[in-house]
Structure formats: C-alpha cells, structure tokens
C-alpha cells in the first residue's frame, strides 16, 4: 500500500510539472482578429512580442513566442483582468502578426476622421472644409 501511495504522489507531481512545462502551439495562425487587436497596447504587444487571438468570458487566448515566467503571466491578467491562457507561436510568424497589427492600427488612426466626415451630412462637410480653408 505504501509503494502504491508514494507511485501515486510521484506521479501527481511529474504531471504537475508536464503541466507547467507544456505549452501547446499553434502552426496556421494568420490573423489577429479584428476584435482582439486592441485589447493589449501596441507598445506591450511589441516589446513582450505576444498577441490575443482569441477570448472567451474569462479567458484570454495569448500567443507569444517563448515561455513566458509566472510574473509576466501575472501582470498580464492584472491587465486584462481575465485568465490568460498561452500558446506557442513561431518567431517568424509573430514578427508577421505584430506587423499586420501595426499596419492596421495606422490605417486606422490616418482613414478614422476621412470616414467619420463622409458620415455627416452634406451642409456639414461643407462647413468643415470652409473651416480647414480658413486656418490654412
């Protein structure tokens, strides 16, 4: 009973340990989404080099590129305020996904106010291109 007991706790603690180790990774990731790409700051994203791809209630799916230590896994849910769950990503592919992050978020900033004018009525628009004359 006892060889049984001390097998049993052996193996409790080796699979504790896979778990802490083992991290799945994810081959064909392509895209962030949309929706995700704003949930971390660009400045964290790229100096940490992690992305969310994807969420659920209470948790955030996170692929970064190494290992990351408890701490940093503890800061970012006190960021988030949601569990983390982490996935491997190739190097090179993380590089292509903070890139196309970084695309989006520019096109964003530079085409946000064109859009939201074309959104206003005529007589305003018209308005606010009298006004940019004038200051120019």
């Known amino acids: 009973m006892?060889?049984?007991s001390s097998l049993?706790?052996?193996s409790e603690s080796r699979f504790q340990q896979v778990c802490e180790v083992f991290m799945p990774q994810l081959y064909d990731v392509r895209r962030v989404p949309v929706r995700y790409q704003r949930v971390l700051p660009l400045s964290f994203i790229k100096n940490h080099q992690c992305v969310v791809l994807g969420a659920t209630a209470h948790i955030l799916t996170v692929g970064v590129v190494e290992h990351k230590d408890e701490r940093w896994l503890h800061s970012l849910r006190h960021l988030t305020g949601t569990a983390i769950f982490p996935v491997l990503v190739e190097p090179e592919r993380m590089?292509?996904?903070i890139a196309r992050v970084e695309r989006y978020q520019r096109f964003r900033q530079r085409y946000s106010r064109a859009y939201y004018v074309l959104q206003l009525p005529f007589q305003m628009?018209?308005?606010l291109c009298l006004q940019e004359?004038?200051?120019a």
């Open 95 to 97: 590089r292509l996904l």
């Open 133 to 135: 004359r004038k200051r």
């Open 125 to 127: 628009r018209q308005l």
């Open 2 to 4: 006892l060889k049984v």
């Open 8 to 10: 049993l706790s052996l």
